[in-house]
């Protein structure tokens, strides 16, 4: 295998060798509602997870705005964190096992949840970029051990590029006599940023060509010249550290440039001939991941639904439980439509990035947009349910519906995903 043969390329090539030797095809993969016994077991056991571990620290962590570390090591003692699990999740050819386990896990609580899983996003842009040699380098030293947890941390947005990815100025030179990269730039927002043990950073090495001229970087752990700036106190999503990077001249070896020097020129060679086809290649690894961030919105949606649906059982006025009113019973009833009709959104998308298909009406996009706009708006209605204790802190509904807004916000926002479907399904070049 060429060492500049990426990750996702050697995936490929092993599911192509194994269709050959007749031992499986992902492709043919088929969806079916009914979960198959493996399923299943995962989602009990990250439920029991959630249930007995997560959710009675939620509203200690979300107070105390800081990385849940304990909690973070012991879903790393039971293999729920870290790269084996993540690789089993992963390799459900139907590709369900992957949103089942974040909806149970956010379920729990999003701020945790997300302190779990923002490890997979750096993890995921080494994946999708990198060689087997940099994939099993990094990998694990993005988790470290169980008894020594790390984290990692993904670094794209910057200050003036949020949406407008190509408008990223942090720079990265090749500096050919000491065959490093040499970064500099400021990131916004990053999940995890400046307490990860390995930061991949998106960085410009040729800025006339926009996004083509985009590579992704390896910051080592304990590189100088990586800084962390503010860290960012947020509407929701407390538990999950999210801050400011700062890159200052700072020096990485030429080996830490995902996929590698050489392939890097060919593909800055294309884009200069105006023949890169790696836009489309970007919006299918979009599509892809859309919706496993999608299934973490529904995990606070159903939570928020059951919560409510509880309380309006217990509660009485008027001499009666106020579920027997219609207002509040056809509310739950909508709540309960729309998260399971998310979840059927993100669960057919998800089965289709595990199974090569092609989104041609970005089918990743409207199972992250659904699932955001269900959540916070099943958590609004959960906080309408509970009355003036829902509106407390005394009260998880509350919480659940400040940790749902950012699902309309990142990996997209959802005038963005509007804009990536309606361009899918007319073809036209809508602004
Ligand atoms: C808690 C949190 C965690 C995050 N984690 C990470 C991380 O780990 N790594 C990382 O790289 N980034 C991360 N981000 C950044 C996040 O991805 C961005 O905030 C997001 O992409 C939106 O960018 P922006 O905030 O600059 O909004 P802007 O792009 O400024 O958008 C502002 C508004 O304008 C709208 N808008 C913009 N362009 C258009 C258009 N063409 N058409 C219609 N409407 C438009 C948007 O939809 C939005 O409503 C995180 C952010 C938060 C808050």
Redesign the pocket.
Known sequence: MEASTTAQEAAAEAAAAATQNGTGDQGDAVFNLELSQDQKDIREWVHGFAEGVVRPAAHEWDEREETPWPIIQEAAKIGLYGFEGLAQFWMDPTGLTMPIVNEELFWGDAGIGMSIM?TT?AVAAIYSSGTPDQLAEWVPQCFGTPEDPNVG?????EPD????VSAIRTTARYDEAADEWVLNGQ???????GIAAVHVVIASVDRELGSRGHAGFVVPPGTKGLEQGAK?K?HG?RA?H?ADVHLDDCRIPGSCLLGGKEKLDERLARAREGTSSRGQAAMKTFEVSRPTVGSQAVGIARAAYEYALDYSKERSQFGRPIVENQAIAFALADMKVEIDAARLLVWRAAWMGRTGKDFDNAEGSMSKLKAGEVAVWATERAIQVLGGNGYTREFPVERMHRDAK?YT????????QR?VISRAISGARI?
């Not at 941390?153 to 947005?157: A, G, H, L, P, Y």
């Not at 590029?161 to 407008?164: E, M, N, Q």
């Not at 916000?409 to 005038?415: K, L, N, Q, Y």
Request: contains cysteine; glycine residues 12%.
């Open positions: 923002g996003l941390s993904f670094c794209s947005s590029a949020g949406s407008d990131k916004a927002w990053a999940t995890n940023g960012v947020k999503l999950s999210t950012i916000i990142f990996e997209g926002t959802s005038e963005i804009l602004k």
